[in-house]
């Protein structure tokens, strides 16, 4: 007779089971236990499984933001809830419209969260390249975050596992006026938080005052061309070969001096690199890259408008300072020609831009078929920092995150469930804790809200907002 034909024998399993799952506790002997029905005795092994959600039952049933200041930009915070009590949280790009992720809503409303993909492909077509792509990207990361809690999983395992428990930062120093002003600031960073990479931003504005420096820049070392109001927008707005702005020797020579006194301050064995190097032509690129090969930067990053693909190309071929860009470019095929003509070095999505966590893990992925390794930007609240270190922690080819938020003082305080600080040693470490492991602090985030916003007020105004056929197809 089989065990499972044989009451007596299987009573002995089930008092084996019992015992040996500890459950005679809290004065009911396993006896008692056996003498209840089968259900009873189920209901009572399984207490202390761990039931956040029904997961195919699942349903979006709001979707609400929060826009917070000086982290160190404005962040929007997306919280999309369901009908089980679990919430999930994303983030809009750095000083993108909230109203990027609203518009999504009426789309989303009764979809089931955990299907991720589906979603994104209903609101895939809604955004686009630059802080066009933050809404897609943040609902995206809330989906995941949400799936994560759904299924008590960290997001990197939804992603297919972790290649990293760290995840190595790069940090971001702001502007100073002077080459010895940069290097004490750069240097007390890493003194401060350990930072093992860094990066600063030097423009051509910091010497377009030196006589002999610019051709083609305005009287006065003006870098506007056009009659805008206000001026400033003229030169920012401009694609850079349309500038009229190239590079004297003298010029290269001064800008050179900015990296001369980094790699005195900091050393060699730190990778350093360039962003924000100005808007000019495709020669001076060129020149300038050959110009810095002797301090052997990590990269010299978006020295051309990303789509000028021919332009990259040039500049990536004729020098080795790596070229890296990507932050403004949305969606794995704004990426592909890129990565098919290696026309840079380093690729440099932003999560919330590029469309999220499944979509940037995507890109890593097809860099990593072309060789090329992938970094990735980004400059907004922890919600978007650890969705960034979850795909960092899932993708083989990844080499470092920014952290742009160190003088941010209440920037780790935003959130609860992390391990503190957020920022050890240079480094982010990877939670175990379902979804991105965090729950925000309602009142830290409230205390820093932007100037008229609430704290995830209702939004049932968008429930019903879609007054276009969305099919892009007949």
Known sequence: MSLFTNPTATALNRRSLLSAAGIATAGVSVSQILDRPLEDQ??????NVRRASSPSELKITDMRIAVVAGVPFTSPIVRIDTNQGISGYGEVRDDADKRYALMLKSRILGENPCNVEKIFKIIKQFGGHGRQGGGVSGVEM?????????????????????????VRLYTDTAGAETPEGYAKQMKKKIDEFGYTFVKMDVGIELIKKIPGTLTGAGPWGDLGQYDLDPPSDSYGSTEHPYTGIEITDKGMDEI???????REAIGWDIPLGIDHIGHFGVNSAVRLARRLEEYSLAYLEDIQPWFHHDEFKQITDSSSTPIMTGEDIYGLD???????RRTCDYIHPDIATAGGILETKRIGDLAQEHNIPMFIHYAGSPIGAMAAAHVAAATENFMALEQHSSEVK???????????PLVDKGYYHVSDAPGLGLELVEEVVSEHLAEGEKYFAPTDEWDDWKITHDRQWS
């Open 410 to 420: 209440f920037w780790e305080d935003l959130v609860t469930g992390l391990p503190k």
């Open 256 to 262: 050179a001096k900015f990296p001369a006194a980094m």
């Open 142 to 166: 809330a989906l995941w975050d949400l799936t994560g809690k759904a299924y008590e999983v960290p997001v990197y395992q939804l992603l297919g596992g972790k290649y990293r428990d760290k």
């Open 334 to 340: 704004g990426f592909r020609p890129l990565l098919e």
């Open 42 to 47: 189920i209901s009572h092994l399984t207490q």
